[in-house]
């Protein structure tokens, strides 16, 4: 099972023509090489106005965002060779812009269909803008998808007792202490804001790498045997482990797919909050089974 990402939308303005008048989509997806003046730069954890991402910096007559897709649209793969201004779109960029995953490279184009259709209607009003644009981006964070565990997955144990819950404790007592080692939450914005200076790819791995480090949580996770009394907290904790592996994801794939990225990091703080209560929990649980965790063997971290 898998759910979608709900994001909420208040104050984001016209991000929609913001993602395209900036460097948020590499130009050389386009073909299209990368000239001055140079766009604006997009902070991923900001908002500009419309005033400002709407300037036409080579005063040709149409915004910058425009005068880019414009390129795009414009030039076949023919005369893209030949094009002073174009270069050949590469194969790994063409891939991007026609992954049907790649949420930047849908925003991008239905963008463009998008203010055709509002500029031939003479469609103005700020506020149908501002739904038209709502509804665009909450399209593409419907595609978000997290993967969600059941009593399906899990191995339920038939008997519960007192040696059952003290083997449960344990085992999740070292699960936790393997989840601690590797730093959750500690870091991951920062490390975003980084490749945003830097533009290296090489910067984003440590995201990449603790989003391997949270699948092996969840695969132990799975792998543990669950009393029935602590089905419901074990699935919580699952859940939430892996709405933060997704959140992980989705930023360090800000160098190829920022749309994900920036929809992913609105949510970081409500998804390792619940993370952190969700673990929390299983002490309070143990309490109430009699088992504590002060009472506890040395955790098995293996």
């Not at 001055?36 to 908002?47: A, G, Q, R």
């Not at 003290?166 to 991951?188: C, K, P, V």
């Not at 919580?236 to 992913?264: I, M, W």
Request: proline share 4%.
């Amino acid at each position: 099972m898998e759910e979608k990402v709900s994001i909420p939308l208040v104050g984001l303005g016209l991000l929609v023509i913001l993602v395209i008048a900036t460097t948020f989509i590499p130009a050389s997806w386009f073909g299209v090489k990368e000239v001055t003046p140079v766009y604006t730069p997009l902070n991923i954890v900001t908002v500009e106005s419309f005033k400002t991402i709407a300037r036409d910096n080579n005063n040709d007559g149409a915004p910058d965002w425009k005068t880019l897709l414009q390129q795009t649209y414009k030039e076949s793969d023919a005369t893209v060779n030949t094009t002073k201004e174009q270069s050949p779109v590469s194969k790994e960029d063409r891939a991007r812009l026609d992954d049907p995953n790649n949420l930047t490279s849908s925003f991008a184009k239905n963008v463009y269909v998008t203010t055709a259709y509002m500029k031939q209607n003479n469609i103005t009003d700020p506020a149908t803008q501002q739904d038209t644009i709502n509804g665009l981006l909450d399209a593409e964070a419907s595609k978000i998808a997290i993967k969600l565990y059941t009593e399906k997955d899990l191995t339920v144990s038939t008997k519960e007792d007192r040696a059952s819950l003290i083997t449960y404790r344990d085992t999740i007592a070292g699960i936790a202490t393997q989840a601690a080692s590797y730093n959750f939450a500690d870091g991951d914005l920062e490390i975003v804001g980084t490749y945003n200076t830097s533009k290296n790819s090489k910067d984003l791995l440590p995201l990449k790498k603790k989003a391997g480090q949270v699948d092996t949580i969840i695969k132990k996770m799975l792998a543990t045997t669950v009393p029935r009394s602590a089905v419901t907290l074990h699935l919580t904790a699952l859940n939430r482990l892996s709405a933060y592996k997704t959140t992980l994801e989705g930023l360090s794939a800000v160098d190829t797919d920022p749309v994900r990225s920036t929809l992913v990091a609105r949510q970081y703080q409500n998804t390792v909050d619940l993370v952190a209560k969700s673990l929390l929990r299983f002490d309070d649980y143990f309490k109430a089974v009699g088992v504590p965790f002060t009472e506890r063997r040395v955790p098995v971290t293996n």
